[in-house]
C-alpha cells in the first residue's frame, strides 16, 4: 500500500492542484491585498508578529486599526509606546508589540529601512525566530521555503498518516514537506496550504471532499483523521487578586506590573502567587485564565486594607476604556461587580 501511495505521490502535481483550489476559494484577508512591494512587506511583518499565538478572525480587526493608525515602518518606530499598545490592546501577548517596534528601528537603522531577505538577519531582529523568519521569506519574499504552522503540520500528518511520536516529530515533518514539492508562486503556495489547513483539514470534521489532494491523503483512505500531537507542557499556577474599591468614588486600585513575567508594564490588580491547597479551601469568586503555556486559577479576594505596590493608581469602573488594559485586568472587573 505504502508504494502505490508514494508512487501516486510523486506523479501528481501537487503545487498546480493547491493553488487552483487557492485561486477559486481563498479567504479575503487584509494583509493579502495587492498593494506596493514595500507596503507588502510591512503588511508581512505586522500580520506575522501579530498572528504569533493568534487565529487569524481575531487578527482581522486588530491589524485594520493597526495599518490605519501606525501605517508604515517609519511610523512604527517613532511611535509612542501608549499608542502603540492601544492599538495592541485586547490581542494580548504584549511583548509582540514592544518587539515589533524594536524590530522597525532596527531596520530603519541597521537594514536602510528595508525588510531584511535572509532567515539569518530576519533572525537577528527582536520577536523573529526560525517559524516567522520562514513566513516571511516565503510570503513576502516569494523564496521556495515551507515554514511549519500548525495547519502545515496538520496536513502532512494526515497525508502521511503520522501518528508516532518520532514520526510527529519536527525533524520529520520537516523531511515530509518534500511532498509539496516547489513552484515559482511561492507566496500564494505558502498561504494555499495554510488556507487548507485552516478551512478544510480542521482538527475535527474536516471537510475531506472539497480538499484538492483529496486522492493523495492516506488518513482519508484509512477513514482515520485523528491527530497526534506532541504533549506542551501547561504549568498550573495559583493566584490571589486583591480587589481593593474606594467606597466614595467607586475607584479601583491597579498597579503598573514589573512583578511578574507576564504582562510586563501592564496595568494588573495586586496580586500574589499561592499554594494549592488556598486555592482550593477558598470559598469565594474564582477565575481561570490562560496566558501562554500557564493555567492560571485565581481567586478573587476584596480586602479592605489599601496594598501598597509601587507606580499603582485608581482608575473609576465606569471610565476602564479610558486607559490601556489587558484582557487579563478586564476579565476580572467584568467579576468585581459581583464580589460581596
Partial sequence: LSIIFKIHMTNQNIPKKILYWYDNNKRTLPWRKKVSKKRKEYFTLVSEFMLQQTQVKTVIPFFNNFILKIPNLESLAKVQDNKLMKCWEGLGYYSRARNLKKTAIKILEDFNGKLPNSIEALKSLPGIGDYTSRAIMAIAFNKKIIPLDGNIERVLKRVFFLKKKNEISKDNLNKKKSFFESTNRSSDYVQAIMEIGALICKPINPLCKQCPILNNCISYKKKDFEISSLNKYNKEKYFEVKIFQNEKNDKYYLFKNNKFNFLKGL??????????????????????????????????????????????FFIDYDNIQSIILPSFTKKIFKLVKKIK
Fill in 267 to 312: 496595568p494588573i490588580f495586586p496580586m500574589n502567587e499561592i499554594k494549592k491547597e488556598r486555592f482550593k479551601s477558598y470559598n469565594g469568586r474564582k477565575l481561570n485564565i490562560k496566558i501562554s503555556n500557564m493555567d492560571m486559577k485565581i481567586i478573587l479576594n476584596k480586602t479592605n486594607l489599601l496594598p501598597k505596590q509601587k507606580n499603582s
